[in-house]
Nanobody, 119 residues
Framework: QVQLVESGGGLVQAGGSLRLSCAASGNIFSINAMAWFRQAPGKQRELVATITSRGTTNYADSVKGRFTISRDNAKNTVFLQMDSMNPEDTAVYYC?????????????WGQGTQVTVSS
């Protein structure tokens, strides 16, 4: 089994910054892609950013230039640095990680962390 523990959410004023972390532990041989999603009230879950095992990143248009995804492979952790935040960034943020246990690759979800941006 694999466990993902998220941290770093909270309340921030518009224009401010937050940094999310998601640490994976358990039966891990290697980690492939890592990603952050978010889900605002009454809306579908949407992809925010992805990072491959080689460090290639992609972002949703709504966060390009403001958010930065990164990873620490030694600690099996993915980060999301969020700058110049606005109220439209308010959502529950989830990490999603593809883990190879030496036999198969499965994806896992974090428990979600609330991010609220006040105007």
């Amino acid at each position: 089994q694999v466990q993902l523990v998220e941290s770093g959410g909270g309340l921030v004023q518009a224009g401010g910054s937050l940094r999310l972390s998601c640490a994976a532990s358990g039966n891990i041989f290697s980690i492939n892609a890592m990603a952050w999603f978010r889900q605002a009230p009454g809306k579908q879950r949407e992809l925010v950013a992805t990072i491959t095992s080689r460090g290639t990143t992609n972002y949703a248009d709504s966060v390009k230039g403001r958010f930065t995804i990164s990873r620490d492979n030694a600690k099996n952790t993915v980060f999301l640095q969020m700058d110049s935040m606005n109220p439209e960034d308010t959502a529950v943020y989830y990490c999603n990680v593809y883990v190879n246990n030496g036999v198969a690759t499965n994806d896992y979800w974090g428990q979600g962390t609330q991010v609220t941006v006040s105007s």
